[in-house]
């Protein structure tokens, strides 16, 4: 016996006709769907001194040199009244952070060095490597330059905000302060 809730076909528009109840139900799933779907979220706060709220920021008297951040990370190049440079980083996921002194290699990458890991932050990336071995490479999301900071082989990169490619999380409580 066929039921009579059988999808059929329109031979002259040769398309499904599916009976009403198939597509309210349909609508309604895709309107479930939409209403539970996570909001996309912007680029973290931020202002001259790096992320607000975050371990990734420069206190004063130092000053921002250069900040970012990938998917799973905040980073901040600090550098002191007296010009050295510290790296300030944090894992978005648990807060995790390390704060160590860097150094401006010739081409504009800063590097830091904590227990033979090396971080390596440029404007494109955040490279965190054991020797020759790369563990983690992960394209900066955002990325800020402070004004007039950049050496020639960087000047065509934008010293402006650039907006994210893949929303950020909020800062985690475990990182607000970041001193």
Sequence with gaps: ?????????????????????????????????????????????????GYVNSTARCSAPDTVVVFGSTASSRVAICQSVDGEYEYRGVRVRDGARLIVPAARSSDGAFTATNDGIEYMVTSSA??????????????????????????????????????????????????????
């Design 1 to 49: 016996m066929i039921s009579r809730h059988v999808v059929s076909w329109n031979v002259m528009a040769s398309y499904p006709v599916f009976p009403a109840r198939v597509v309210l139900t349909t609508a309604s799933c895709a309107a479930l769907f939409l209403v539970a779907a996570p909001p996309a979220s912007s680029a973290p706060a931020y202002d001259s001194q």
């Design 126 to 179: 955040l490279v965190v490597s054991a020797g020759t071995r790369v563990i983690r490479d992960e394209p900066m999301l955002d990325f800020h330059r402070a004004g007039g900071s950049a050496t020639p082989s960087e000047a065509a990169t934008p010293t402006t905000p650039t907006t994210p490619t893949t929303p950020l999380p909020p800062p985690l409580p475990a990182e607000e302060g970041g001193s």
